[in-house]
């Protein structure tokens, strides 16, 4: 069975960093172009960024722009959410998602998800 599991949250204080983890099984890590999501309290999910399968193409957000970027370890079946400089308004559940194909956009659909993990910025 396919299993995307995030991992690497919990609470911080504002200014410092955090690297969530997406460890992938059940499917071909190294053909599935990948992503990243969150959602604040009360709001829809939002789209933080993709990587391209074979992790030479990356699209970051323009609200996180220069303070995220996203790494994928194919060998590893890992996806990676580099965040630095957090603040309060950073907080909320983030999720990662799978898409085969070499490239994926984060208006359009994925097909696995993960059950997401809580980032909390404290001040």
């Known amino acids: 069975q396919v299993q995307l599991v995030e991992s690497g949250g919990g609470s911080i204080q504002a200014g410092g960093s955090l690297r969530l983890s997406c460890t992938v099984s059940?499917?071909?890590?190294?053909?599935?172009?990948m992503a990243w999501f969150r959602q604040f309290p009360g709001k829809e999910r939002e789209g933080v960024g993709t990587?391209?399968?074979?992790?030479?193409?990356?699209y970051i957000k323009e609200a996180v722009r220069g303070r995220f970027t996203i790494e994928k370890n194919n060998a590893a079946n890992t996806l990676y959410l580099q965040m630095r400089n957090l603040t309060p308004e950073d907080t909320g559940t983030y999720y990662c998602?799978?898409?085969?194909?070499?490239?994926?956009?984060?208006?359009?659909?994925?097909?696995?998800w993960g059950q997401g993990t809580q980032v909390t910025v404290l001040s």
């Open positions: 990587i391209s399968s074979d992790a030479t193409t990356i």
């Open positions: 059940g499917l071909a890590f190294s053909a599935h172009c």
């Open positions: 998602a799978a898409q085969s194909g070499t490239y994926c956009y984060l208006r359009e659909a994925f097909d696995f």
